[in-house]
T-cell receptor, first 109, second 114 residues
Framework: GQQVMQIPQYQHVQEGEDFTTYCNSS?????IQWYKQRPGGHPVFLIQ?????EVKKQKRLTFQFGEAKKNSSLHITATQTTDVGTYFC?????????FGTGTSLTVIP | KAGVTQTPRYLIKTRGQQVTLSCSPI?????VSWYQQTPGQGLQFLFE???????NKGNFPGRFSGRQFSNSRSEMNVSTLELGDSALYLC?????????????FGDGTRLSIL
């Protein structure tokens, strides 16, 4: 099945520092989605990227789709305690979603 | 608009028993997917239903089954429970299950096997 590798698995940052998580696929993707799951919560859709090299921003969050459409990144500028949670990328193949292993972000006040 | 509703929220069972979990999708959504989430394995796809038909199935044993009703509500059944089935079971709905649509997750059912 589809393999989606996500790194790092864990990240601890001081509040105000930046954070980046990376998602890599062995195959070319039609699109990629990002989700956030707060501790004790459920995954919540953040954004979808479709085009090669696409960059989308949501306030302090910047999402990028690689030129070859095989990788993606999520960058958070100046983290806040509200950013705590696990960030997942997700790709779809044949109506089946494959989620990355997730990056758990801890923000130290 | 009400979100995805999963019942029950928590369940405690013993090995060998069976369990049925329920998921009511967002109104108008016809695709329902089920996932198993564990600390070691992450989010793993179980199956997806659309218009009462199972369209896709993940790599889980036959003890895991599901169905979807005409109102798009879905149930998941696990028979002969094993300790390793302890997990958070999440369902997600979308309008058609297409890969370019976001999935909307419920709060999940946390299943503990003793």
């Amino acid at each position: 099945g589809q393999q989606v590798m996500q790194i790092p698995q864990y990240q601890h940052v001081q509040e105000g520092e930046d954070f980046t998580t990376y998602c890599n696929s062995s195959t070319t993707l039609s699109n990629i989605q990002w989700y956030k799951q707060r501790p004790g919560g459920h995954p919540v859709f953040l954004i979808q990227l479709v085009k090669s090299g696409e960059v989308k921003k949501q306030k302090r969050l910047t999402f990028q789709f690689g030129e070859a459409k095989k990788n993606s990144s999520l960058h958070i500028t100046a983290t806040q305690t509200t950013d705590v949670g696990t960030y997942f990328c997700a790709v779809e193949t044949g109506n089946q979603f494959y989620f990355g292993t997730g990056t758990s972000l801890t923000v130290i006040p | 608009k009400a979100g995805v509703t999963q019942t029950p929220r928590y369940l405690i069972k013993t090995r060998g028993q069976q369990v049925t979990l329920s998921c009511s999708p967002i109104s108008g959504h016809r695709s329902v997917s089920w996932y198993q989430q564990t600390p070691g394995q992450g989010l793993q796809f179980l199956f997806e239903y659309f218009s009462e038909t199972q369209r896709n199935k993940g790599n889980f044993p036959g003890r895991f089954s599901g169905r979807q009703f005409s109102n798009s509500r879905s149930e998941m059944n696990v028979s002969t429970l094993e300790l390793g089935d302890s997990a958070l079971y999440l369902c997600a709905s979308s309008f058609s299950g297409s890969g370019n649509q976001p999935q909307h997750f419920g709060d999940g059912t946390r299943l503990s096997i003793l």
